[in-house]
T-cell receptor, first 114, second 111 residues
Framework: DVKVTQSSRYLVKRTGEKVFLECVQD?????MFWYRQDPGLGLRLIYF???????EKGDIPEGYSVSREKKERFSLILESASTNQTSMYLC?????????????FGDGTRLSIL | GQNIDQPTEMTATEGAIVQINCTYQ??????LFWYQQHAGEAPTFLSY????GLEEKGRFSSFLSRSKGYSYLLLKELQMKDSASYLC????????????FGDGTTLTVKP
């Protein structure tokens, strides 16, 4: 079974802090994703990575950056946290784009920015 | 855009059947996924449709009509544990193989 592990389930940070959210997958998947999930807005893609050191902006990249130095690890960085970044953050991995395989999600990090 | 529409909330009774609909824009369609997400947990995969017709998996079935831009998830013999959010996700050729998610349908099963 694929396992996607996010480093924290709950995180509380202050406005202006630099925040790192970590995600690790153990199935050698090429593709990894970061989403945020807000009530009434569904899952929105922040960033996507299709290979080590490769990244692509999603629908809402502003205020975020990412890092993929190793295949198994995909980090989301909030450069200067703001209260409107309070949300549930979900990481996912996927072996192959365009196939019939689903994305595998981590349990999520509920981030509060005070 | 690639609007994906699902009802926001549905309520059903234990033991009954419920159908959750999903409509989407047809241009560039290349597959549709259904996920289940319990409160505070990760979404988990339920079904995948890329051709027209019905895919059955135990109590859950998913239907697709590509020409109509329409899918539904059918849950039979509802159980209390089926109370969850159900997410429809559509993959488009124009989106490099990534999926676009609907806002989800929150299903409440009552005794």
């Amino acid at each position: 079974d694929v396992k996607v592990t996010q480093s924290s389930r709950y995180l509380v940070k202050r406005t202006g802090e630099k925040v790192f959210l970590e995600c690790v997958q153990d199935m050698d998947h090429e593709n990894m994703f970061w989403y945020r999930q807000d009530p009434g807005l569904g899952l929105r893609l922040i960033y996507f990575s299709y290979d080590v050191k490769m990244k692509e902006k999603g629908d809402i990249p502003e205020g975020y950056s990412v890092s993929r130095e190793k295949k198994e690890r995909f980090s989301l960085i909030l450069e200067s946290a703001s209260t409107n970044q309070t949300s549930m953050y979900l990481c996912a991995s996927l072996r192959q784009l365009g196939g019939n395989q689903p994305q595998h999600f981590g349990d999520g990090t509920r981030l509060s920015i005070l | 855009g690639q609007n994906i529409d699902q009802p926001t909330e549905m309520t059903a009774t234990e033991g009954a059947i419920v159908q959750i609909n999903c409509t989407y824009q047809t241009s560039g369609f290349n597959g549709l996924f259904w996920y289940q997400q319990h409160a505070g947990e990760a979404p988990t995969f339920l079904s995948y449709n890329v051709l027209d017709g019905l895919e059955e998996k135990g109590r859950f079935s998913s239907f697709l009509s590509r020409s109509k831009g329409y899918s539904y998830l059918l849950l039979k013999e509802l159980q209390m544990k089926d109370s969850a959010s159900y997410l429809c996700a559509v993959r488009y050729n124009t989106n490099a193989g990534k999926s676009t998610f609907g806002d989800g349908t929150t299903l409440t099963v009552k005794p």
